[in-house]
């Protein structure tokens, strides 16, 4: 225990992990979400979660090939997780309004669905467009 004393909070050892799970509305508690289902978001990804904190301010950086132990899905999609500082070399805050991990994720889960991606993803003419062509080329395989 003195050796994990002596390391300065401001190592990236000792930054805070967030991953995607921890934010995930469609996972249970036991699943690992660790907010609230009110407050969280629909399948955050770890590249959403560092862009929220390094706009802010907050020191963070992505860990792609890192994977939540509890997560049975593989896919690329639910990869990845953000280490954030906290603390700086003294062991104050980084910034005053994020004083503990909880802070973080519930800033992070109100700030995602207001990113760019996810506002162009919602647009209600553009996807119905790109279904239509799909369903098309469907149909013409069917026929062959």
């Keep these: 225990m003195a050796c994990a004393a002596a390391r300065s909070p401001a190592d990236q050892d000792r930054f805070i992990c967030i991953y995607p799970a921890y934010l995930n509305n469609k996972k249970t508690i036991a699943e690992g979400r660790r907010i609230p ?13 560092q862009d929220v904190c390094s706009a802010v301010g907050l020191n963070a950086f992505l860990e792609k090939n890192k994977m939540y132990s509890r997560e049975w899905n593989r896919d690329i999609q639910y990869r990845g997780r953000v280490r954030v500082q906290l603390k700086q070399e003294d062991g104050s805050l980084c910034l005053g309004q994020f004083p503990s991990r909880k802070s973080v ?19 209600g003419g ?10 098309k080329k469907g149909k013409g395989k069917k026929k062959k």
Excluded: H
């Design 37 to 49: 289902i009110s407050k969280a978001v629909e399948n955050p990804t770890a590249t959403e979660i």
């Design 126 to 135: 553009d996807p119905n467009l790109q279904q239509g062509e799909g369903s």
């Design 105 to 123: 994720m519930l800033y992070a889960a109100e700030m995602i669905p207001k990113l760019k991606t996810r506002t162009q993803k919602t647009g």
